[in-house]
């Protein structure tokens, strides 16, 4: 397997005094919009000790005994195993993920109802992902802001649709598989949201698609991976590319990320910014309500494919 050095971005260009040097940067992140779909973010402003809390709190959750995840009502039921809809091995995912709606972590109910001696774990995790995803949003907002002045648009207009409140974590668990080398941790998917900020461990297992070829992601320890989604590249009509990308189980180790999905709220429409439009418009809750048909009914997204004009 082909390993590939995404873009590099170092963010400290866009706080730069120097004009030029916020240019620059802010046409790297574009360039690689377009060019890769993804590329990976240094000096990016989130505390390392920050990440490190999260990632422990993360471990912490996933060991909870497997019936308190799966009923306990934990993290607003969000807790995800497998493929439920799978019909052969190539729509399995071999994963455990909490794919939790930020609107719903400060309610007192995201705790689940069984919980009372899981209360001070609980309290624990919720504030260190409070701060964690604010972290994530303000950098996921800084980087939306500098792809929308890029196509002449307001960073205003932007932070009105995209909330923190209808933003979405997800913590992915890969167990170690030991029965085979081509089992998938997630399959081949595109991210449903205008972008994705990611923090993998030093495992590996990301691939991407890069010139009709899958090639791996070599984990780097001080960045964070950034990967335009479909609304993007819908608003985008196509200028940016939400690349499809997946997670290759490991024979020997377990892995972790943590992925944060920048989304609108469900009665958001979203319509191309250039004319003439390659999608017909759609809200992002049509859009959501579409791809969960298309996996109960083929067992994989379509997704973007299926609003082109
Ligand atoms: C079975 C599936 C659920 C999923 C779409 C897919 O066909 C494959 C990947 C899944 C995923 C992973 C990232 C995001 O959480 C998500 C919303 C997406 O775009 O692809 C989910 C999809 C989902 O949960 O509906
Ligand atoms: O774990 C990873 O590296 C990727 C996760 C991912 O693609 C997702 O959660 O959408
Ligand atoms: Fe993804």
Not at 285 to 294: D, K, L, M, P
Request: hydrophobic residues 35%.
């Amino acid at each position: 397997m082909e390993e590939c050095q995404l873009p590099l971005i170092d963010l400290r260009g866009l706080g730069s005094r120097d004009e030029r040097e916020r240019a620059a940067c802010a046409a790297a992140i574009c360039r690689a919009s377009s060019e890769w779909g993804f590329f990976q973010v240094v000096n990016h402003g989130i505390n390392p000790g920050l990440v490190r809390k999260m990632r422990s709190e993360q471990s912490r959750l996933f060991r909870l005994p497997f019936d308190d995840k799966v009923s306990g009502g934990l993290l607003n039921n969000s807790y995800r195993w497998g493929t439920p809809t799978a019909t052969c091995p190539k729509q399995l995912s071999w994963s455990e993920a909490f794919h939790v709606p930020l609107s719903k972590v400060s309610h007192k109910d995201c705790y689940g109802d069984n919980f009372t001696s899981l209360r001070c774990l609980l309290q624990s995790y919720r504030e260190v992902m409070v701060e964690f995803a604010a972290a994530m949003a303000e950098l996921a907002g800084t980087l939306a802001g500098v792809l929308v002045e890029n196509l002449g648009h307001s960073r205003g207009d932007f932070e009105d649709i995209c909330q923190e409140s209808s933003c979405f974590l997800r913590l992915n668990r890969y167990p170690a598989c030991p029965t085979s080398p081509e089992v998938f941790g997630l399959v081949p998917h595109t991210d449903s949201d205008f972008l994705t900020i990611l923090s993998q461990d030093e495992v590996g297992g990301l691939q991407l698609m890069k010139d009709s070829r899958w090639v791996a992601v070599k984990p780097n320890q001080d960045a964070l991976i950034v990967n335009i989604g479909d609304l993007f590249q819908a608003w985008s009509n196509d200028i940016y590319k939400s690349v499809e990308h997946k997670v290759m189980a490991n024979a020997k180790m377990e892995r972790y990320s943590i992925a944060y999905f920048l989304c609108p709220s469900y009665e958001t429409s979203i319509g191309s910014c250039r004319e003439p439009s390659k999608y017909r418009k759609f809200t992002f809750g049509e859009y959501r309500s579409q791809i969960q048909e298309q996996v109960k009914k083929y067992g994989y997204k379509i997704g973007l494919p299926s609003f082109r004009l």
